[in-house]
């Protein structure tokens, strides 16, 4: 349903325990009422998410997140205050309202409040908060249009709220901030030098072999159903580049590729975060054998991009 007219109905459905995908300004959500544990296992097996990857709960305003778990420790609520609403999603303690499935049975909770009118009127409407991860297959593309979570969910989905395509087209950063120094643990669409300028030194932690201590840390995920790798240009020509796609930052290569996306021709970091995912969803819907993908400078937004590439080759280099 349109965002304009759509909200009302979205909000009836989370209150009865049904699923709603909306848009963040990250990507599109899969969205249940986090109080409710047989709601929130609807997500787990829409998605065949495994049931040890933690949600993400959002909420409607700041102030709703003292309401939600009591007091928080002061750099997690400094970050609130300076990042939320916006694509920061910082580690708590979880409350007992919220179910242990959420949380998958950890004793933390992601949390954060999305930058996106639509998301926000709908939260506040249902009136309860809403976990939701990315609306898609586990392990696949997120989606940053609607058609993408339809394509990738189907009937799975009660309802679809389409807001266009997202603003940031990476995830959220994800930030612990309860200890003496904050950990990164999932780089995102909040770029590690803001975090930097406002609380001081941070610590990267990438990726994770074994369970997962926040949502979307997985070595392997985000990947097309087409085999990517990751490559740095220039990439010399094959004579099989026409069954291969490319994905290019901001020049086309110089092979006769079936298909090229170009992120950004002026080489700009925030604009080809925004275009990421939805350039893989249309290199995977080409039927190339292969896509290959360019490194971006590691700087900025750039270590958000390289991170989601990385991971969805290493999806094809565990499965080989």
Known sequence: MPAATGVAEAAAVLRSGGLVA??????????????????????????????????ITHLADPADLTGLVGAVPPTVA???????????????????????IV???????AVRVPDHPVARELIRAAGVPVAAPSANRFGMLSPTRAEHVVAGLGDAVDLIVDGGPTRCGIESTIVDARGDRPVVLRLG???????????????VRQGSSGRPVAPGTL??????????????????????????????????????????????????????AARLFDALHRLDA???????????????????????????????????
């Not at 669409?189 to 610590?203: D, I, K, N, R």
């Open 286 to 320: 080409t039927g190339v054998a292969e896509i290959l993908a360019e490194r971006v400078p590691d700087t900025g937004l750039g270590r958000a991009i390289n991170d989601r590439l990385g991971r969805a080759a290493a999806t094809w280099h565990e499965q080989g």
């Open 219 to 272: 070595a392997a995920h985000y990947a097309p159903r087409t085999p990517l790798r990751v490559v740095t240009p220039p990439v010399p020509g094959r004579a099989d580049d026409d069954t291969r796609g490319y994905l290019a930052l901001r020049d086309r290569p110089a092979g006769a590729y079936r298909a090229v996306e170009v992120l950004s021709p002026d080489g700009d970091l925030t604009v080809a």
């Open 78 to 100: 400094a970050l609130a205050e300076r990042f939320w609403p916006g694509p920061l999603t910082l580690i708590v303690d979880r409350p007992p309202v919220v179910p242990p």
């Open 189 to 203: 669409s909040l770029p590690v030098e803001a975090l930097v300028e406002a609380v001081g030194p941070v610590e």
């Open 103 to 109: 949380t998958s049975g950890l004793p933390t909770m």
């Open 22 to 55: 909306f848009p963040t300004e990250t990507v599109y959500g899969l969205g249940a009422n986090a109080l409710d544990g047989h709601a929130a296992a609807r997500i787990f097996a829409a998605k065949a998410r495994p049931s040890f990857d933690p949600l």
